[in-house]
């Protein structure tokens, strides 16, 4: 089976940086994904990580060790409509795509 | 855009009632997934398809659910008979991560469903 782990809620202040984390243990690892999730709305996807290191997206960027089975979404110049849940999804060799609880983030003025 | 369409959007129900709920995929998409999303189970895995063939549905509660995929184009998860705790929204979502992982998984607008 598949473990995943993500805190679950955090706090931080528009303008500022945050960072999300998220540790995993799987079998056929190929892959995590992040989505963002707006209360009431469906998840829409943020970035994949297959292999080691960051990958930058704009204000958002991800980051995978393989080796340590850890994450993280590092956020940048928060924004008021940051505030949402952030979900790590760990894919298999198999195609099948296993999500964590979600980190709910609150940005404050 | 293209988007993946679930219907319908909410369902009422009462308990020991059947319930359809429809998926259509994004054209080209070759693996279909049925999510469950509670507060407190967060979203769970129920089955998944590739190219039409179902792959998993260990994350399904085999008496009273069923998933299919008929065609390319549609993709059903039926619960019979439904219980209040079946209470969720259920999220349909395509990609094709096999071939292009960096797109991810499309996700439909979920059919909020309550049994009473």
């Known amino acids: 089976g598949q473990n995943i782990d993500q805190p679950t809620e955090m706090t931080a202040t528009e303008g500022a940086i945050v960072q999300i984390n998220c540790t995993y243990q799987?079998?056929?690892?190929?892959?995590l994904f992040w989505y963002q999730q707006h209360a009431g709305e469906a998840p829409t996807f943020l970035s994949y990580?297959?292999?080691?290191g960051l990958e930058e997206k704009g204000r958002f960027s991800s980051f995978l060790s393989r080796s340590k089975g850890y994450s993280y979404l590092l956020l940048k110049e928060l924004q008021m409509k940051d505030s949402a849940s952030y979900l790590c999804?760990?894919?298999?060799?198999?195609?099948?795509?296993?999500f964590g609880d979600g980190t709910t983030l609150t940005v404050k003025p | 855009d293209a988007r993946v369409t679930q219907t319908p959007r909410h369902k009422v129900t009462e308990m020991g009632q059947e319930v359809t709920m429809r998926c259509q995929p994004i054209?080209?998409?070759?693996?279909v997934f049925w999510y469950r999303q509670t507060m407190m189970q967060g979203l769970e895995l129920l089955a998944y398809f590739r190219n039409r063939a179902p792959l998993d549905d260990s994350g399904m509660p085999k008496d009273r659910f069923s998933a299919e995929m008929p065609d390319a184009t549609l993709a059903t998860l039926k619960i019979q008979p439904s219980e209040p705790r079946d209470s969720a929204v259920y999220f349909c979502a395509s990609g094709s991560p096999m071939t292009n992982p960096n797109y991810g998984y499309t996700f439909g607008s979920g059919t909020r469903l309550t049994v009473v």
């Open positions: 054209l080209g998409h070759n693996t």
């Open positions: 999804a760990v894919n298999t060799n198999a195609g099948k795509s296993t």
């Open positions: 799987t079998s056929g690892f190929n892959g």
């Open positions: 990580n297959v292999l080691d």
